[in-house]
């Protein structure tokens, strides 16, 4: 399973949202037909560039809870401040994209950023 994990600051444009997703398909050499799902925090369930994401590219949104979020917070590579105070974990987009694909799922790398939105790609079953 290959998840697309998305953090935002609040009104982020599902075109910002849709931007971040494509750069880190980009940085990574794969398409958008390779996601399974896009994945977030609870505190974004209702974030309408993330829905409205989500329904453009035809994708599941896995909303992670706060208690998947922490178990997977010490498996992120990036640290925002931000992050930490709003949601309790170092980087939203990596912790929900680690979380949603499994226990067994690693980072491809570091979330991308782009203008409000930050994209992260993790995959189950990986090794790196």
């Known amino acids: ?3 697309a994990g998305i953090g935002c600051r609040k009104g ?3 075109e910002d949202i849709l931007s971040a997703i494509e750069t880190a398909l980009e940085a990574h ?3 958008v037909t390779a996601l399974s799902a896009l994945a977030t925090a609870s505190l974004k369930r209702d974030e309408p560039g993330i829905l409205a994401a ?3 590219l035809d994708l599941p949104l896995l909303v992670m809870d706060d208690a998947a979020l922490a178990a997977a917070a010490s498996r992120t590579s990036s640290q925002s401040q931000a992050s930490l105070e709003a949601a309790g974990t170092p980087s939203v987009s990596e ?3 680690l979380a949603a694909a499994g226990a067994d799922a690693a980072l491809l790398g ?3 950023s782009v203008g409000p939105a930050t994209c992260a790609i993790a995959i189950s079953g990986a090794t790196a």
């Open 54 to 56: 989500a329904r453009r």
């Open 1 to 3: 399973m290959m998840v």
């Open 29 to 31: 050499g794969l398409v």
């Open 95 to 97: 912790a929900a994209a």
């Open 110 to 112: 570091p979330r991308i």
């Open 12 to 14: 982020a444009a599902h």
